[in-house]
């Protein structure tokens, strides 16, 4: 559970830069969320057959629920430094403003499966074939209510939120009209039914080369809305997918492997982004809604790795990739009126992603005995997307980072049961929201981020200790329209400042005891 305050205070430049309105706003709620995870496994193992056999069956269960969330949105005149502020009571705000909000969602999940295995020997090398099937079905009931405030009165429009849906303006001679969005929209129910099944050849068809390929098959079938044919919330689709890959290795010598791979894959649009649910977003000040027509994308990925293992717990590798996106999915910005911001999904017709990666481990007791417990890591991409519809749009895939840095460094005392680790990451700017010939797209700015966790082992090996940090630098996250279009976030220029963040420095603590 948790409790969530949400402010924001500057400009809003709904009609374009330079023309904003003063705004502060409030967002104040409560959430609980709730999960229940079991599983049941086995394995078996037929030595005489050669055979190996697993299961596994599972039921989850998430439930959310908001027992009563409020909003406030108050402006003041742009050209008045010294104007009243007035929140928006009516008038068309909807979910913006003087809205309560309630809701409730419970996701239902159940699984099963399992996979075998065969070993046998054929060109004097070892080899295997596998075949595994996987059934899923996920339900989820969702019911809100969004309640709103109207009232003429300015008088009660300069009050501070506590003091504005306090219980007095609502009695029997109302001072704030009370009221229901009303509408089939704000409810509805969901279902996928997942058939998955695989075949896959493990062939050693030499001392150095070897091959591992095959195909899964996935039957998707997925309603949302309603089980009503004649409920215009209803949409079902079915989909079945063949899913080819292989991994071709070539072991040139006790150390080193050359790794060619391909393979397509699918990425589905969640239950929210098919439903006709329309919520409003705060913090980007605008309603995301979902699309019914939205497509699952498939995906076609080709790698080559140089793969190096100059000794145990060490490796170096260096690489190219190639993927291909049909039908990708993305967050598109809609003006659906002179004032009302508005976040669709869309499926543009394809998209490409290319690039490079090198990746290494390396221990540092060659450099120094005093650095022997010590060991670095590092992966470093580069990566170049871009999206094509009718026409080339020559912009980056949204959420694709140009770059992307990870390093790290542990410190391993086994005898001790003592360990940490120091993490950093950064990536580059990346679209957070596509835009239109009106808006130009929101960008995240890149910013630093340094994690540290601290172990240690307790009770004879059986009970530890964590202690985690992160985001140590605590650097302020900027979402911005990059107007002057120079590629970077600069205060006090042409460019826009959507959204500023600060996600704060977080500390845990926590304990584990394995039984055996």
Known sequence: SDYVVDRYDGRD???????????????????????????????HNISTWGTRLKWYGGFNILDQYIPGQTRLFYTQD??????????????????????????????????????????????GNKQAI???????????????????????????????????????????EPKVQFGE???????????????????????????????????????????????????????????????????????????????????????RPEFRELSPFAFYDFELNAQVQGNSAAKRTKVTNADLRYELYPRGGEVITVGVFYKYFKDPIEYYFNRTGPATNTFNIVNPKQAVAYGAEFEFRKKLDGVSQALKNFTITGNFSYIHSNVKDTINLNRPLQGQSPYLINAGLQYDLEKAGLSATV??????????????????????????????????????????????????????????????????????????????????????????????
Not at 136 to 161: E, G, Y
Not at 207 to 229: H, M, P, T, Y
Not at 432 to 452: C, H, K, M, T, Y
């Open 13 to 43: 430049y709904i009609l374009g830069p330079g023309v904003g309105d003063r705004v502060k706003a409030q967002e104040i709620g409560f959430r609980q969320n709730t999960f229940f995870n079991t599983q049941l496994s086995g394995e």
């Open 181 to 267: 969005l009303t509408g089939k929209a704000f409810r509805y129910m969901a279902n996928s039914i997942l058939n998955a099944g695989y075949l896959q050849f493990d062939n050693q068809l030499s001392d150095k080369i070897r091959v591992v390929w095959g195909a899964r098959v996935e039957d998707f079938d997925q309603l949302i809305g309603s089980v009503k044919k004649s409920d215009e919330r209803f949409v079902n689709t079915r989909v079945t997918d063949v899913l080819p890959g292989i991994n071709f290795t070539y072991k040139i010598n006790s150390k080193t492997n050359i790794r060619l791979s391909g393979s397509q894959t699918v990425a």
């Open 78 to 123: 742009g050209n008045d430094a010294t104007a009243p502020f007035y929140a928006l009571l009516g008038g068309g705000s909807g979910q913006k403003s003087g809205s309560i909000f309630y809701s409730n969602l419970s996701d239902y999940i159940y699984n099963a499966g399992g996979d075998i295995t065969k070993t046998f020997n054929w060109l």
């Open 423 to 516: 993490l950093f990451n950064q990536i580059g700017r990346r679209i957070l929201f596509v835009g239109n010939e009106a808006v130009s797209n929101i960008w995240e700015n890149p910013r630093p981020l340094l994690d540290l966790q601290l172990a240690k082992k307790l009770l004879k090996g059986k009970g530890e200790i964590k202690i985690s940090i992160s985001d140590i630098f605590n650097k302020m996250a900027y979402f911005y329209h990059d107007l002057n279009d120079d590629g970077k976030y600069k205060a006090g220029t042409k460019d826009v400042l959507a959204i500023s963040r600060n996600y704060g420095t977080n500390f845990s603590i926590s304990f584990s005891y394995n039984i055996k």
């Open 130 to 172: 596998k075949a595994g099937y996987l059934f899923q079905v996920k339900d989820r009931l969702f019911d809100s209510r969004p309640f709103t405030l109207n009232t003429l009165d300015n008088n009660i429009k300069a009050l501070s939120p506590d003091k504005i849906f306090a219980a007095e303006n609502f009695g029997a």
